[in-house]
């Protein structure tokens, strides 16, 4: 079994599905008492949505660069970045380390063309929305991506920041984004990406009809394989 390097704090509450989900895995996959190894680092996102509002972006790969070299001294063989916004400096964390980064938009491509998925509905912080770094990223890979509305934009992002990352999980809020789910798929999405790895939080596939990629579930899923060789 290979190490696995989280990078967490991203929010926290989603660092922590991320150990759940690789330890469940394991467990479910070989049995026993097996639980997954991993290095954890764990960051403050105060600290870096602060430098976020202000574009400071050196400064935030200098603290993510920091990290990976740490989960990497500390024995990881490879790297997730539990989040999504800060894939923003992907690339320098990832030509800092030896180490392999796996990257959550190209994981997310991958499940989504081994659903048959061709356009994929986005939902996400207002950065990464905004910004074209990740989606475009999953549109390298040959799946058009579907933006909501700018009309949502906002709410997706309160709903995220103000919610979510305190693990305050509110009904309306679960029924406003599932309205937003059905809105892209009537708009020709043949499924959606959970963008926010907090969205998994809230919603859940067995909620709609529609497919469904939550962040967290598929990153977790090609981790255990890569882990696990299988």
Not at 3 to 21: C, F, K, Q, R
Not at 139 to 144: A, C, E, I, R
Not at 149 to 155: F, N, S, Y
Not at 163 to 172: A, C, K, M, S
Request: hydrophobic share 45%.
């Amino acid at each position: 079994m290979q190490t696995i390097g989280l990078i967490g704090g991203m929010s926290w509450e989603s660092t922590a599905a991320y150990y759940e989900g690789l330890n469940k895995g394991v467990q479910e996959r070989l049995g026993g008492l097996h639980s997954a190894k991993i290095v954890l680092a764990s960051v403050d996102l105060a600290e870096l949505t602060a430098l976020q509002e202000k574009e400071s972006w050196d400064q935030v790969a200098e603290i993510l660069v920091a990290a990976a070299r740490s989960v990497v001294a500390g024995g990881a063989d490879f790297i997730l970045l539990c989040t999504t916004t800060f894939h923003k400096v992907y690339d320098e964390v990832a030509a800092a380390v030896d180490a392999p980064v796996l990257h959550l938009a190209d994981v997310l491509a991958e499940k989504s063309k081994e659903l048959g998925i061709t356009k994929a509905g986005f939902l996400a912080t207002r950065y990464t929305v905004e910004n074209d770094f990740f989606a475009q990223r999953i549109s390298d890979h040959g799946v058009d991506v579907n933006l909501p509305d700018t009309l949502h934009v906002e709410m997706l992002d309160s709903i995220i920041y103000e919610e979510l990352v305190h693990r305050n999980v509110v009904p309306g809020s679960r029924k406003r984004v599932l309205e937003v789910v059905h809105e892209l798929w009537d708009a020709g999405s043949d499924g959606v990406i959970l963008g926010a790895s907090e969205l998994s939080l809230l919603v859940r596939p067995s909620d709609v009809d529609v497919p469904i990629l939550d962040a967290i579930t598929v990153h977790v899923e090609a981790a255990l394989n890569r882990a696990l060789g299988s």
